[in-house]
């Protein structure tokens, strides 16, 4: 459906073309008429669904942009999350002048305050820090008509709720309530009730989630030999802009020093990192200055960031709805997405349990040779002196290329440039990456009342257990500790394979 069909007006349509959106995603086709008629909605969206413009574009068609008040708030979990928001609402509203503000932990409050003093339409901050402004009076909520909870599960899991109860305390009953998640467990259903009147629920499938925009491999190779057959495929496939995910911080650290170390242009975030280093970093991403960004889940949580080629699974994720969230950053707007997961042999029954929940086979991908990586660089290489050719005032240099051809054979020159201009294998460059500890090992599924768990029921979950529970070297005599580390890979493994009853 286009967007001039959804009721939008001009000056809305007009930031949406220069976007370059044509087509709205599901989310939006779904939401924004529900949106535009008043009525509470909770929607089902991934990452990379559309759906900040889903309420995005509704709030900015509501909002009076010549009221100097807040109208509007957006609660986000995550300082990244709450500043594309921001980002994204101020250039879909820009025609319309909208005033949109970000307030977040970690940046000077005392700057948040005098901006503050001339009200923005549009507020979106993180719950404590919205808190924090709530308790010094330094937001006036009195205004507020509609109120968004982005990524709801991300906060319930984050322990938001009696912030989140705090701030709606301060805004009008009579108000316009939408709230999105990634997933819909009771909880959130709950706080439908508990915020919302009568709301509209919106569901966005699985099979619309992994898109058939993006192609998706697996290759199955030691932990070891995963990062040169990365490199490898990184030189045969010679992406435009990439994330790699990597399963904690000290592989993000590692990962992304090792690339640096065999010429790639590349820099990771996570969360140790100050929140300035992280904001430069996502910033020459979004501008292409950067190639390879590297992250853990928590770290790219949120992240809206167009024109991602490939996305790279360095570690496969315990949780099938990860691959979902990190795939969903690439194939977006129409356009071609390539996912790659390295899976180790032990792990391959979780790439089976991401199979069943996306309802698509990854294909097998064979890991290049050196030939083949090689062949690759010469052909990114070439591409770049055809550009380079192009926009080069050749006649300016023509005296010195002249006095290099006599002294050189032309065929020594451009080798040196071809040479200059791609990067030594892989194993020349040694790089060090600390194996991780592999995921606990699954054995077969069966499926049963629409969930995954191991087969042979409940014997062989306890036998299971057991065997965590040596790993982690509890003494079955200890039987207090034995039953915390039930507890714990109950709760780790709660989602994805293994369901029991309390």
């Given at each position: 459906?286009?967007?001039?069909?959804?009721?939008?007006?001009?000056?809305?349509?007009?930031?949406?073309?220069?976007?370059?959106?044509?087509?709205?995603?599901?989310?939006?086709?779904?939401?924004?008429?529900?949106?535009?008629?008043?009525?509470?909605?909770?929607?089902q969206?991934?990452?990379?669904?559309?759906?900040?413009?889903?309420?995005?574009?509704?709030?900015l068609?509501?909002?009076?942009?010549?009221?100097?008040?807040?109208?509007a708030?957006?609660?986000?979990?995550?300082?990244?999350?709450?500043?594309?928001?921001?980002?994204?609402?101020?250039?879909?509203?820009?025609?319309?002048?909208?005033?949109?503000q970000?307030?977040?932990?970690?940046?000077?409050?005392?700057?948040?305050?005098?901006?503050?003093?001339?009200?923005?339409q549009?507020?979106?901050?993180?719950?404590?820090?919205?808190?924090d402004?709530?308790?010094?009076?330094?937001v006036?909520?009195?205004?507020?008509?509609?109120?968004?909870?982005?990524?709801?599960?991300?906060?319930?899991?984050?322990?938001?709720?009696?912030?989140i109860?705090?701030?709606?305390?301060?805004?009008?009953?009579?108000?316009?309530?939408?709230?999105?998640s990634?997933?819909m467990?009771?909880?959130?259903?709950?706080?439908?009730?508990?915020f919302m009147?009568e709301?509209e629920?919106?569901?966005?499938?699985?099979k619309?989630?992994?898109?058939?925009?993006v192609?998706?491999?697996?290759?199955?190779?030691?932990d070891?030999?995963?990062?040169?057959?990365?490199?490898?495929?990184?030189?045969v496939?010679?992406?435009?802009?990439?994330?790699?995910?990597?399963?904690?911080?000290?592989?993000?650290?590692?990962?992304s020093?090792?690339?640096?170390?065999r010429?790639?242009?590349?820099?990771?975030?996570?969360?140790?990192?100050s929140q300035?280093?992280?904001?430069?970093?996502?910033?020459?991403?979004?501008?292409?200055?950067?190639?390879?960004?590297?992250?853990?889940?928590?770290?790219?949580?949120?992240?809206?960031i167009?024109?991602v080629?490939h996305?790279?699974?360095?570690?496969?994720?315990?949780?099938?709805?990860?691959?979902?969230?990190?795939?969903?950053?690439?194939?977006?707007?129409?356009?071609?997405?390539?996912?790659?997961?390295?899976?180790?042999?032990?792990?391959?029954?979780?790439?089976?349990?991401?199979?069943?929940?996306?309802?698509?086979?990854?294909?097998?991908?064979?890991?290049?040779?050196?030939?083949?990586?090689?062949?690759?660089?010469?052909?990114?290489?070439?591409?770049?002196?055809k550009?380079?050719?192009?926009k080069?005032?050749?006649?300016?240099?023509?005296?010195?290329?002249?006095?290099?051809?006599?002294?050189?054979?032309?065929?020594?020159?451009v080798?040196?440039?071809l040479n200059?201009?791609?990067?030594?294998?892989?194993?020349q460059?040694?790089?060090?990456?600390?194996p991780?500890r592999?995921?606990?090992?699954?054995k077969?599924?069966?499926?049963?009342?629409?969930k995954?768990?191991?087969?042979?029921?409940?014997?062989?979950?306890?036998?299971?257990?057991?065997?965590?529970?040596?790993?982690?070297?509890?003494?079955?005599?200890?039987?207090?500790r034995?039953?915390?580390?039930r507890?714990?890979?109950?709760?780790?493994?709660?989602?994805?394979?293994?369901?029991t009853?309390?």
């Amino acid at each position: 459906m286009k967007f001039d069909e959804l009721g939008l007006t001009k000056d809305l349509l007009t930031a949406i073309k220069r976007s370059g959106f044509e087509e709205a995603t599901p989310i939006q086709e779904a939401t924004i008429p529900l949106v535009l008629s008043h009525k509470d909605v909770i929607g089902q969206a991934q990452t990379g669904t559309g759906k900040t413009a889903a309420f995005g574009l509704p709030l900015l068609q509501h909002v009076d942009p010549k009221e100097r008040a807040i109208q509007a708030i957006v609660i986000s979990p995550t300082r990244e999350l709450a500043i594309q928001t921001q980002e994204e609402l101020y250039r879909l509203g820009k025609d319309k002048r909208a005033k949109v503000q970000v307030v977040y932990g970690g940046a000077d409050i005392r700057r948040q305050i005098k901006l503050l003093k001339n009200p923005p339409q549009i507020l979106v901050g993180t719950p404590g820090r919205l808190l924090d402004h709530i308790e010094r009076k330094t937001v006036d909520l009195s205004h507020v008509k509609m109120l968004v909870l982005d990524e709801a599960d991300e906060m319930l899991d984050m322990g938001f709720l009696d912030d989140i109860e705090k701030i709606v305390a301060q805004i009008p009953h009579e108000r316009q309530t939408l709230l999105f998640s990634a997933t819909m467990p009771k909880e959130i259903l709950r706080i439908g009730e508990k915020f919302m009147t009568e709301p509209e629920i919106v569901k966005i499938k699985a099979k619309e989630l992994t898109t058939d925009l993006v192609d998706q491999y697996f290759v199955k190779a030691r932990d070891y030999e995963k990062f040169d057959i990365m490199t490898r495929i990184l030189d045969v496939q010679t992406p435009e802009l990439t994330i790699v995910f990597g399963r904690t911080k000290r592989r993000v650290d590692e990962l992304s020093k090792g690339l640096e170390a065999r010429g790639y242009n590349a820099a990771g975030i996570h969360g140790d990192l100050s929140q300035q280093r992280r904001m430069n970093i996502l910033k020459r991403f979004k501008e292409g200055k950067l190639d390879i960004l590297v992250a853990t889940d928590v770290a790219a949580r949120g992240l809206d960031i167009s024109g991602v080629t490939h996305v790279y699974n360095y570690d496969i994720p315990q949780d099938p709805e990860s691959y979902v969230h990190r795939i969903g950053r690439t194939g977006r707007a129409g356009r071609h997405g390539v996912s790659v997961t390295f899976v180790t042999p032990n792990e391959m029954d979780y790439l089976r349990v991401i199979e069943r929940l996306t309802k698509k086979r990854m294909e097998p991908l064979r890991p290049p040779t050196e030939q083949e990586a090689f062949v690759g660089q010469i052909s990114s290489a070439l591409d770049e002196i055809k550009e380079l050719v192009a926009k080069t005032e050749t006649e300016k240099y023509a005296t010195q290329a002249k006095e290099l051809l006599a002294q050189y054979d032309d065929v020594d020159l451009v080798a040196a440039l071809l040479n200059n201009m791609t990067k030594d294998d892989a194993s020349q460059v040694p790089v060090k990456i600390t194996p991780e500890r592999p995921l606990p090992r699954r054995k077969k599924y069966s499926k049963g009342n629409g969930k995954y768990k191991r087969n042979g029921g409940r014997r062989n979950v306890k036998n299971n257990y057991r065997e965590y529970g040596k790993q982690k070297n509890y003494r079955d005599g200890k039987k207090k500790r034995r039953v915390e580390t039930r507890e714990r890979v109950s709760k780790k493994d709660r989602g994805f394979t293994i369901r029991t009853k309390d």
